[in-house]
């Protein structure tokens, strides 16, 4: 297991919180903010009520802003701590969870730490979920304008994870807008996108496509079991389990619930385009 403090960027480090589990990974990735030569840091997602972990992330003061970028606990329980820890501001999309700072916009522009972030609505895990493009970042030992398109780098929350496929959690999250959002951040290229959970990816672009082709082939999946039973699709709890069952197999039943939800919104996507 890869240390819980790395490197990522040239101004992103990543601080992992000790929560692993099937739906975590390797654990919660804090993301703290520095351009070279600046003072203060941006925290996006402060993760879990964990002392040791946002004990870390206070130790990178002055902190000068948090961002969230969607309101699962695993990334926002440790609010309130962290606030109390460094007086800094949070905005997240959900106003719920912004404090003395108003909620993110889509398209908005943060000149913070010494560096510019903007703000990318990647709707479809949840409501709220957003990305946040880092144009003067890049890889280490590259430049910014070393990447094709818009360069620099994509904090990507939980629309993209390191490892695996992204749950869409119904009915908080919904496959429409989460294709349009893997649409919008393929737009940006083959940049490195920056997860909540897991590795770097290098290519944001090449991840983007193989989303889209993963959650085309479960489509298909289902639509083979539904033409099977002669049945339309619905939120059927009775027929959610025999899709869940003929198109996951077999499955951790500690993880279940997550295919029950994606299932649920897969459904309802395939009812509203047939």
């Keep these: 297991m890869t240390e819980p403090v790395e490197q990522w960027t040239t101004l992103v480090t990543r601080v992992r919180a000790s929560n692993p589990g099937p739906m975590t990974l390797d654990g919660t990735n804090s993301l703290v903010i520095r351009a070279p030569g600046h003072d203060g840091v941006v925290v996006v997602d402060p993760g879990p009520e964990e002392p040791e972990h946002l004990e870390r992330l206070a130790g990178y003061a002055p902190v000068e802003l948090i961002l969230v970028t969607h309101h699962h606990r695993d990334h926002t329980e440790g609010i309130g701590t962290l606030v109390a820890m460094t ?10 969870f912004s404090r003395d700072a108003a909620p ?42 070393d990447s094709p398109r818009a360069g620099g780098t994509m904090v990507t929350g939980d629309t993209i994870l390191g490892r695996g496929t992204t749950v869409i959690v119904h009915p908080d999250g919904a496959v429409g807008p989460y294709l349009d959002s893997l649409d919008t951040l393929e737009g940006f290229g083959a940049i490195p ?21 993963h959650r085309q082939l479960r489509l298909d999946q289902m639509r083979d079991v539904l033409r099977s ?10 027929l959610v389990d025999v899709v869940v069952d003929h198109v996951y197999g077999e499955i951790d039943p500690e993880v279940r619930f997550a295919a029950v939800a994606s299932t649920r919104a897969q459904l309802e996507y395939l009812a509203a385009i047939l």
């Design 229 to 238: 039973l002669g049945a339309a699709p619905a939120d059927d709890p009775a």
């Design 104 to 145: 993110l916009g889509d398209g908005e522009r943060l000149d913070v730490a010494g560096t510019r972030i903007r703000v990318v609505a990647t709707p479809g895990h949840t409501r709220d979920s957003i990305s946040l493009h880092l144009p003067d970042d890049a890889a280490l030992g590259r430049s910014p304008l």
């Design 193 to 213: 996108a920056l997860p909540a959970h897991g590795p770097m990816l290098p290519d944001l672009a090449a991840i983007c496509r193989h989303y889209r082709g």
């Design 87 to 96: 007086g800094a501001p949070v905005r997240a999309w959900d106003p719920a």
